[in-house]
């Protein structure tokens, strides 16, 4: 059974939150503060954690930069602040998807679901032998979920680390933001595009000798991305 945190001061929203996932077959525990939230996010283990951006002590961002930090849990960070600088600062800090408020139960669990399904699958499964993708100075081991940029190892998130090896195990292909946010995030009729583009800048921070002219991952104008080789 999965286990997921919740962490969220207003009481009426975190248990109606517990109470759907549990009937979808959740393990639920609540923190209702921030100190709280990061001290079990840091200290105990879950699937999945739920994060209210505005919470008292500790704020949702530097729960998400400090859980980062040390771990790849899925993060869905939610929010009553529709503000793009929000979500795109949550998103830079490592958070895999960023709801507003109001939502429903219904389609918090949907994306509880498919970001689980998609971290099972691509990190739960035993592989016997490492896979690697070397490219122009970049190495990608797969199975080790590492990469090196130049002989450095780079750290990158869940989704990060997904959307690189995704682009470069198919390479000079172009995709636009539409096929790479269901093919990564895995929800074609929910989410935001521009989790792509905020996690495309990320990746080029860490790959890239000078991102205003990327070698790697290139911008086809109009159209999407793709990773030249």
């Not at 248990?15 to 840091?42: P, R």
């Not at 860490?206 to 911008?219: A, G, L, N, R, V």
């Amino acid at each position: 059974m999965s286990k997921i945190l919740i962490v969220e001061d207003e009481s009426a929203i975190a248990d109606l939150e517990k109470d759907y996932l549990e009937l979808s077959g959740f393990e639920v525990e609540v923190a209702n503060d921030g100190q709280t939230g990061l001290k079990k996010s840091l200290t105990e283990d879950y699937d999945l954690i739920i994060l209210d951006l505005m919470l008292p002590n500790v704020d949702g961002f530097e729960i998400c930069r400090m859980v980062r930090a040390e771990k790849n849990t899925p993060i869905i960070m939610v929010s009553a602040k529709k503000d793009d600088i929000d979500k795109i600062r949550g998103l830079g800090l490592g958070a895999d998807d960023y709801m507003t408020k109001p939502f429903s139960p219904s389609e918090l669990v949907a994306r509880v679901k498919a970001h689980l399904a998609r971290y099972e699958r691509l990190v739960g499964s035993a592989v016997e032998e490492n896979k690697v993708i070397e490219i122009r100075g970049i190495k990608i081991d797969t199975t080790a979920r590492r990469v090196w940029v130049n002989g450095e190892e780079k750290a990158f998130t869940t989704k990060e680390f997904d959307l690189l090896t995704f682009l470069a195990a198919h390479p000079n292909h172009v995709y636009t933001k539409d096929e790479l946010f269901s093919e990564i995030w895995d929800m074609e009729s929910i989410g935001d595009i521009a989790t792509v583009t905020v996690h495309i800048k990320k990746i080029r921070e860490k790959i890239e000798f000078d991102t205003s002219k990327p070698q790697y991952i290139e911008t086809i104008w109009g159209v999407g991305y793709r990773f030249k080789v």
